[in-house]
């Protein structure tokens, strides 16, 4: 597709459950973020992913959280052991560059939500 | 502590008229200040930016006005139209971050 893929679109988890979250950026795009988005908040930065270099892991909340990007493309994110304040929308941009004329392009997120 | 903020949780205009959107910022540092539009279920998508060393960029009905002594922003619509309802998010740059304001939730009336 032409667009940043995001999947789930929802998911519904019990508290204490692992769950992970899958993103595809668009074709050639070096850079990826994660960020989610709380009921009523701004975007809040999880992590960025440039290239080949290590990544920008400085918004993950605690240490159940973690990212990977595979191949310089794909990249999920992992929550394990869920909490109910994890509930958000998870959003996933690509950009091709770090210029302000590459803006970012996001995917429809998924929505998670712990029980 | 805030870096970004948009005061205004939500907004309602009449269409055909002027839409003013506000955010404010704290960091002195950021270079580059952007509009992001954002629809219910979908991601935001990029709308307008300005410059920090600009006052003013235009596109279409869109323009962004950006006030650096008063570290304040706006976008203005105009004219405003049903598919303008949408949530307003501000965003501000710092290297390759973006700061995010909470969003304003336009409405436009009929």
Not at chain 1, 27 to 55: D, K, M, V
Not at chain 1, 90 to 112: D, Q, W
Not at chain 2, 3 to 18: A, H, Y
């Amino acid at each position: 597709g032409a667009g940043v893929s995001q999947s789930p679109s929802n998911k519904v988890t019990e508290k204490g459950k692992d769950v992970e979250l899958r993103c595809d950026p668009i074709s050639g795009h070096t850079a990826l973020y994660w960020y989610r988005q709380s009921l009523g908040q701004g975007l809040e930065f999880l992590i960025y992913f440039q290239g080949n270099s290590a990544p920008d892991k400085s918004g993950l909340p605690s240490d159940r959280f973690s990212a990977e990007r595979t191949g310089g493309s794909v990249s999920t994110l992992t929550i394990q052991r869920t909490q109910q304040e994890d509930s958000a929308v998870y959003l996933c941009a690509s950009t091709g560059g770090t210029g302000v004329a590459s803006p970012l392009h996001f995917g429809n997120g998924t929505r998670l939500t712990v029980t | 502590d805030q870096q970004v903020k948009q005061n205004s949780p939500s907004l309602s205009v009449q269409e055909g008229r002027i839409s003013i959107l506000n955010c404010d910022y704290t960091n002195s540092m950021f270079d580059y200040f952007l509009w992001y539009k954002k629809y219910p279920a979908e991601g935001p998508t990029f709308l307008i930016s300005i410059s920090s060393i600009k006052d003013k960029n235009e596109d279409g009905r869109f323009t962004v006005f950006l006030n650096k002594s008063a570290k304040h922003l706006s976008l203005h619509i105009v004219p405003s139209q049903p598919g303008d309802s949408a949530v307003y998010f501000c965003a501000a740059r710092s290297n390759y971050q973006l700061i995010w304001g909470a969003g304003t939730k336009l409405i436009i009336k009929p």
